[in-house]
């Protein structure tokens, strides 16, 4: 195989013990060991490579980037095509928009952007480590997504090998010129026009979703912009032409969150914006959950840039693992940083210490602008029984966020002959429901001993919840099977989402059918049908995983972590 592969194909071809034990892992909970991984240098290799697969049944790409994948999306056992190692490169900046290779991490994005005063606001926690073709596949979000959106909203154009090798340039078209594109378009138009009412019901009603396919946002209006409204298609049912007035049909939309299982992504453009000057953080602090609903509320009449949280777990453990926060500060820094956690020390002793913190922040033109927005928000907060405080300065907020985006990082790294288990890690309900959702989540799983820590998008009502545990025991499995069902039935019975932003990969793919039903989960099964009919894209993500596969492959040693990979 490597042999016949390095015949058609520049970059590198690499099958070695190392290589291979390196790339069975991403950031889940699961180890499936490859048989090559190549390195494509560019465009023309990986048309080469998909031309060979499609010609050589029994094998199958799976596109990796950075590796953070948390749903297994970026693992896969036939050949790993990684894109970090050459195709990392800027191809063209013009004004508010980037073209750069999927390979491109996005630390090194953002540097080029800021130089401008621009950004792509919808970048990931884990921003030090992922790159630009993984935020393309798993339609990525953050903090910045309540206020400017996720992935999908900034993705203009891009470029795409599909299932028979050729590239294709992506862009939104007009509806009248679908027929003048290949079957697989027409297809989609098709499958979207004879489905219309079930593809529009089965929108989650949520901020955000990164589950299934989005089959509801391929066709909108240029006025419409992330309008939950599809337009109706019921003259094109009876052969009529679609009237040319400004509807799109925009394959990005399907194609961005498909974890390359329809198409590789070979470059990518970018719409960026403009980024605030100056910003400042209001921690809110509730002993009480019960106003949470009504309190989100009133924190995003005052639009705020964020509003993020973090449970009372995740704080404690940061307490607790204290020095790691100081390493990278020097002297100066670290003595600051020890002064602010003050008030969190005395709490913890007295035994007051909140079950929940809400981080709002604010940006403007100037500091004054920005602090004045959060005098405003504490003003509309006082008849709420909790403590608000607007931080001082850019090293104190530094402080909260530090906890906010590290709580992964700490668990995994400090709790002996345990590891962190990524898998119901990114659930979303409607903020309304969080008042009653998070006890009844807190209930399920107080019935199973494990370690957890709660933390997420408030504002979204997005949570990310990260258990511990020990992967030696015997019934590991069973529990994640067990929890899965559980959560996935409360959320489904909240009417959310069972990924909001990390995506369906693996690890929630069997779970596709629960919350979207027969119907839909058939209408995935033909998309992905009309894209890659060999199945050749990373089979088993979407369509296709089973609660036995998950079983089966599980990585029950603690891989040691390989950021960039």
């Not at 190392?18 to 892992?25: M, N, P, Q």
């Not at 630009?132 to 206020?147: C, D, I, W, Y």
């Not at 050729?166 to 297809?187: A, G, W």
């Not at 921690?283 to 009480?288: G, H, L, P, R």
Request: charged content about 25%; glycine content about 6%; aromatic content about 10%.
């Amino acid at each position: 195989m490597k042999e016949e592969i390095q015949k058609i194909f520049k970059g590198e071809v690499e099958d070695s013990e190392e290589t291979l034990t390196k790339y069975s892992h991403d950031a889940s909970v699961f180890s499936i060991r490859p048989k090559v991984v190549v390195f494509p240098m560019d465009s023309e290799d990986v048309q080469n490579l998909v031309k060979w697969v499609s010609n050589n049944p029994g094998y199958s790409i799976t596109a990796r980037c950075a590796g953070t994948d948390m749903s297994g999306g970026a693992i896969g056992e036939s050949i790993i095509l990684d894109f970090t190692k050459h195709m990392n490169k800027l191809v063209a900046f013009q004004g508010d928009s980037i073209t750069v290779q999927p390979g491109m991490f996005y630390r090194d994005f953002e540097k080029i952007t800021l130089e401008k005063g621009l950004i792509l606001p919808c970048y990931t926690a884990s921003k030090s480590l992922n790159a630009m073709g993984g935020m393309f596949g798993n339609n990525s979000a953050g903090e910045r997504t309540l206020k400017y959106g996720k992935t999908e909203d900034y993705v203009i154009e891009s470029k795409v090998v599909f299932s028979d090798g050729v590239e294709k340039v992506v862009k939104p078209i007009s509806v009248s010129d679908v027929s003048k594109q290949d079957e697989r378009y027409k297809k989609l138009l098709e499958l979207i026009k004879n489905n219309e009412e079930e593809i529009k019901q089965a929108k989650p009603k949520v901020h955000k979703n990164s589950a299934g396919y989005y089959l509801w946002n391929v066709l909108n209006h240029q006025s419409l912009q992330n309008s939950a409204a599809l337009p109706s298609l019921r003259g094109l049912r009876h052969g009529q032409n679609f009237p040319d007035s400004g509807f799109v049909f925009d394959l990005n939309k399907l194609l961005v969150g498909s974890q390359g299982t329809l198409g590789i992504a070979t470059e990518i453009t970018f719409r960026l914006v403009k980024n605030p000057k100056y910003s400042k953080l209001v921690a809110v602090f509730m002993n009480d959950l019960e106003p949470l609903g009504r309190l989100v509320d009133e924190i995003l009449e005052e639009n705020p840039e964020t509003l993020e949280s973090y449970d009372d777990k995740t704080m404690k453990l940061a307490v607790r693992f204290f020095p790691d926060f100081l390493k990278t500060k020097g002297f100066i820094g670290m003595v600051k940083f020890m002064w602010s956690f003050l008030p969190e020390l005395k709490m913890m002793i007295t035994g007051g210490f909140p079950k929940l913190i809400l981080l709002a922040e604010f940006a403007g033109d100037n500091e004054a602008e920005a602090h004045k927005k959060c005098e405003k928000l504490a003003e509309r907060l006082k008849n709420f029984k909790v403590k608000v405080h607007i931080t001082r300065s850019v090293a104190e907020a530094g402080k909260y966020w530090d906890i906010r985006r590290e709580s992964f990082n700490l668990l995994r790294k400090h709790v002996a002959g345990k590891r962190t288990a990524p898998f119901i890690d990114d659930v979303i309900v409607r903020p309304e429901f969080l008042p009653k959702f998070i006890p009844e989540l807190n209930q399920i799983l107080s019935k199973y001993d494990i370690a957890y820590t709660i933390a997420g998008h408030a504002g979204d009502g997005n949570f990310h919840i990260i258990p511990l545990m020990d992967f030696n025991r015997p019934d590991t499995a069973k529990i994640i099977l067990e929890l899965s069902e559980k959560v996935y039935d409360l959320v489904i019975r909240y009417h959310g989402s069972i990924t909001a932003e990390h995506n369906d990969g693996i690890i929630r793919t069997p779970y596709l059918e629960k919350m979207y039903g027969a119907k839909i989960y058939d209408l995935f099964k033909q998309v992905k049908n009309i894209f890659d009919p060999q199945n050749i894209f990373n089979p088993g993500k979407k369509i296709g995983a089973t609660k036995q596969y998950i079983e089966s492959h599980l990585a029950i040693e603690h891989p040691k972590p390989h950021h960039g990979v």
